[in-house]
């Protein structure tokens, strides 16, 4: 663990390590542990130095689904032009609602484009209480319905603004993903040292723990132009950004002004307009550990003595129960290294 470090050592120049994580959660049964979680954790302060951090967090991770409001960023800087609902949604991993669904339709239809356009896979709501009421409904997977199909249809919406090939916008060298990707490399601060797939088929680039988090607090602190506009988009809907009963929303309505994203493979990041920030990944790509983790760190941070902030909701999301014989039996509880 470190502690006070310059928040600046992530950025270009510095070396970089494997992954490595260290242990951040524990599988509690019957009083016994018998599992762990190993990740890293970065926690910024206010002034943007390292309040804390355990784990290899400059080390080079994809962050998945918390690139989404870089992306979305990038987008408006390149005009695109939504309502804050809107907005949101092309910052979403969504959990497949019928307002979710309805909002990326309208997008599309903005741009003058309906479904066939999408190049995501189709899927079902990403959601289990919303997939099986959709089966019960008939529903058949769709690219809609797919929890990426928001930042999907923004970046169609995106190439029609500017005159941009609809057919190859997932290509690594479309005028818009090349946008993208100097815009995260400045949010980060790191360059973009990989480039993957992603599980929706668009670029994935690489940034470090550390990077996302700094990320994450800018956009946070933002008080003018596309950081400021995806910011408030996502504090005015972050049941349209993940779902209306996920965690996430949970939390970014008990933390006023936050601003929050997860991502798959146990990524998440959370920033106030303060500039405090966390932002982790979990190892082994576990969800479970992942909201218990970031409750732990923002209590840690001191985020939840701060004026507003609904201590006793931050801590009930990071609440993740182990059942035995169809009772509770056991947790999943943070291991945080001591100060």
């Given amino acids: 663990m470190t502690d006070d470090t ?57 962050p998945r689904s918390c690139n989404k409001p870089l992306q979305a960023v990038a987008m408006v800087e390149a005009g695109l032009d939504l309502p804050p609902d809107l907005l949101a949604l092309a910052c979403a991993s969504h959990s497949g609602e019928p307002d979710h669904v309805d909002r990326v ?12 356009a999408l190049q995501n896979p189709p899927d079902l709501p990403m959601q289990a209480s919303v997939r099986d009421a959709a089966l019960r409904a008939g529903a058949e997977p769709s690219r809609v319905l797919m929890n990426c199909s928001g930042k999907h249809a923004a970046m169609l919406a995106t190439c029609v603004g500017n005159g941009w090939d609809t057919a190859t916008y997932l290509d ?12 995260h490399s400045r949010l980060t601060g790191d360059p973009v040292a990989h480039v993957a797939v992603d599980g929706c088929g668009a670029p994935q680039l690489s940034a470090s723990v550390t990077g996302l988090a700094w990320a994450f607090r800018c956009l946070a602190q933002a008080t003018e132009g596309a950081e400021h506009r995806v910011a408030e988009a996502i504090r005015a809907h972050p049941a349209l950004v993940s779902g209306s009963t996920r965690d996430e929303r949970a939390l970014l309505d008990a933390v006023p002004g ?82």
């Avoid at 943007?48 to 991770?61: K, L």
């Avoid at 690594?172 to 946008?179: A, E």
Wanted: glycine share 12%.
């Fill in 6 to 62: 310059d928040a600046h050592a992530h950025l270009p120049g510095a070396p970089r390590r494997p992954f490595h994580g260290e242990v951040v959660a524990e599988v509690v049964r019957s009083g016994v542990v018998e599992g762990r979680h190993h990740g890293a954790v970065v926690a910024l302060r206010p002034d943007g130095r390292t309040a804390w951090s355990t784990g290899s967090v400059d080390a080079w991770v994809f």
């Fill in 258 to 339: 936050a601003i929050g994203k997860l991502g798959a493979e146990g990524c998440y990041a959370v920033a106030l307009p303060d500039g405090h920030a966390v932002a982790l990944k979990i190892e082994d790509g576990s969800d479970r550990p992942r909201p218990v983790v970031m409750a732990a760190a923002l209590e840690r941070l001191g985020v939840l003595d701060l004026p507003g902030v609904d201590a006793a909701a931050v801590r009930a999301t990071g609440r993740v129960t182990i059942s035995g014989g169809g009772s509770v039996v056991g947790e999943v509880r943070p291991r945080l290294p001591a100060t």
């Fill in 172 to 183: 690594v060298d479309h005028p818009l993903q090349r946008h993208v990707a100097t815009v």
């Fill in 105 to 116: 339709r309208a997008i599309l239809a903005g741009a003058g484009l309906d479904e066939s």
